[in-house]
């Protein structure tokens, strides 16, 4: 199958999921998530995976990674969307210094890798990368469409 054709198929079967609202939020997720409010906001960022949709910025797809460092110094980092198969998620790095919004980084990436997105090739994965002092200590990413590529790919199994 041609990788057009592949796209097409995956943007058709998650188009098909999403209007048909077989995918709701979880209330567990939310309940198992660790608390903000008595960290500290170190870095926020926030991108719309398709920089050509026309809606308002409002019913537009949004994602966005949130550094937060506590009293402590242990860094969480919080992933969150408004796309119903997306689940907010977070992680947390152990640390011994006061971290700064210069020593966080996120690079934005599409699916292919590319950095600029394009109708066909959206941004879908966010790189977080944490540094003190010039030395990284921890990198990670996020893919904010596994779950939609996970079902697609069921999707195909199955009817092959």
């Not at 500290?40 to 719309?48: E, G, K």
């Not at 977080?128 to 697609?152: M, Q, R, W």
Request: hydrophobic content about 40%.
């Amino acid at each position: 199958m041609k990788h057009s054709h592949v796209i097409s198929l995956f943007i058709t079967l998650l188009a098909t999921l999403l209007l048909s609202g077989c995918f709701s939020g979880s209330s567990d997720v939310a309940s198992a998530l660790v608390s903000t409010d008595n960290m500290q906001l170190i870095d926020s960022q926030t991108v719309y995976p398709n920089p050509q949709d026309t809606a308002d910025k409002e019913d537009r797809v949004y994602y966005t990674v949130e550094v937060y460092q506590d009293k402590d110094n242990t860094i969480l980092v919080q992933a969150d969307s408004n796309f119903k198969l997306f689940e907010k998620t977070q992680y947390t790095v152990d640390f011994d210094q006061v971290l700064t919004k210069a020593d966080v980084s996120i690079r934005w990436t599409t699916l292919m890798g590319s950095t600029e997105a394009t109708q066909d090739d959206e941004l879908a994965i966010a790189d977080i990368s944490l540094s003190h002092g010039g030395t990284v200590f921890s990198e990670k990413k996020i893919n904010f469409v596994t779950k939609a590529i996970d079902i697609v790919v069921d999707g195909i199994e199955k009817n092959s």
